[in-house]
């Protein structure tokens, strides 16, 4: 099944691992596997390939979940989702920090979706202050027993630190700024609470 829910909640446009459907759609689907090795698997300075792939990429309506396979799965060789592997480079070194509350929010909707060590992070977080057991999280992020209570125990320590110091800079005593520059000292800095609306709160309250 491609997803399961239990309201009438809109279908996920986020795709689930298993979930390889979206390539009947694509544009490259039923070409000879000779023109794809040719376009889209081109030699790095094969201008012509390059420019007639990404003529058919821009014209896919899949380009998207194409690109995010090509993430997610760690494939940096060809052309994905209209990129090339020197464009697409940035995107991979980047994919490890990614966070993206679109991803939380489906990992809550009972998606299994490729996360990121901080959104991985962000759902541990978000399921410790909903009370959540190790058992629940291992079972939402299909994890070992002992791994979901590291990420717990961690969670704990994040949240009662970022409680600990919120609010703890003593205004009475402010730092000459000017003083502060000559000298070399750094400001005192406040350890911010997580920047979330009020609509992302009530979606995670009604996903968990």
């Known amino acids: 099944m491609r997803h399961i829910t239990t309201n009438d909640t809109p279908t996920p446009t986020i795709r689930g691992i298993a979930d390889h459907s979206w390539q009947a759609a694509a544009l490259c689907h039923n070409m000879p596997a000779k ?9 790095a300075r094969d201008r012509a390939a390059i420019d007639e792939a990404k003529s058919i990429c821009g014209r896919c309506p899949v380009k998207k979940a194409c690109f995010d396979y090509a993430l997610d799965n760690e494939i940096r060789h060809g052309m994905w989702g209209g990129l090339t592997e020197d464009e697409r480079r940035p995107w991979h070194a980047k994919v490890k920090k990614r966070l993206d509350y679109s991803r939380v929010k489906a990992a809550f909707e009972g ?9 991985r992070d962000a759902v541990t977080r978000h399921a410790y202050v909903r009370g959540w057991s190790p058992e629940r999280l291992a079972h939402k992020l299909r994890l070992d027993l002992d791994w979901a209570r590291d990420l717990m125990r961690n969670a704990a320590h994040a949240v009662a630190d970022r409680d600990r110091y919120w609010d703890q800079v003593d205004e009475s005593d402010p730092i000459d700024d000017e003083a502060a520059e000559d000298e070399d000292v750094a400001s005192p800095v406040q350890v911010p609470r997580q920047v979330q609306t009020h609509s992302l709160i009530a979606a995670l309250r009604k996903a968990a």
């Open 35 to 43: 023109d794809i090795d040719e376009l889209f698997f081109h030699a």
């Open 111 to 119: 998606r299994d979706v490729h996360l990121s060590d901080a959104e």
